[in-house]
């Protein structure tokens, strides 16, 4: 049987949200079993949010998300997008199966796992980089509009929030649900499907 196209996925995530966490899991499962590369790159939950009339505890929730994005976007420019995938992994390990807080110690423990300086969690206290950051955030969110959140991924071009799932496919579960995702993601006129949520995120 030939070989069949490599398939490029493109996946906008923030690292404090636990199902965009879920679902970035489910694609490198998906790597198993199908012939699709992910690369991850950063939105940000902040800059979604702070033109928006929320409540203030849900506003004071978001500050404390830029630094860990700011670290992301830093990574990203100075090591590459490979080294953000690792870095992602780290760090969201530790902040939803591990329960740890997105805090600088968090993030400096992430750096050190993956062999990176533990200076980088400095970034994370300047908007030097947050041009870039803005830039990331709005090539994976304009396509999918403002009403919704983390995950998004773009597959062959066209981009869709979601899936939001809990727990995690494994193996040839994992394929399934992405080809059926694949299928919707190529019809231009599909914007939504959608049930209510009866569980959290369940980390296995």
């Known amino acids: 049987m030939a070989e069949t196209e490599m398939k490029q996925v493109d996946f906008w995530f923030d690292p404090a949200c636990p199902w965009a966490w879920m679902t970035s899991r489910w694609m490198l499962e998906v790597e198993k079993v199908r012939n699709v590369r992910t690369t991850f790159h950063v939105m940000s939950l902040g800059v979604l949010n702070e033109d928006k009339d929320i ?5 004071e929730g978001m500050k404390r998300t830029w630094a860990n ?41 992430a750096l050190e796992q993956v062999g990176l300086p533990r200076e980088l969690a400095d970034l994370g206290e300047t908007d030097e980089n947050d041009d870039k950051l803005r830039a990331s955030h709005h090539e994976g969110m304009d396509p999918v ?30 394929g399934q649900l992405f080809d059926g995702f694949e299928k919707v993601t190529a019809y231009p006129g599909f914007f939504e499907l959608k049930r209510t949520r009866d569980v959290g995120p369940i980390f296995d």
């Open 55 to 59: 409540p203030e505890d849900y506003r």
């Open 69 to 109: 994005v700011r670290v992301c976007i830093g990574v990203e420019e100075r090591y590459g997008s490979e080294k953000l995938r690792d870095y992602y992994t780290a760090v969201g390990t530790l902040i939803h199966p591990g329960g740890q807080q997105n805090d600088r110690a968090t993030i400096e423990q």
């Open 145 to 174: 509009g403002s009403e919704v959140g983390t995950p998004v991924v773009r597959i062959n071009g066209k981009s869709l929030f979601g899936p939001v799932i809990s727990p995690a496919p494994k193996g040839e579960e994992a």
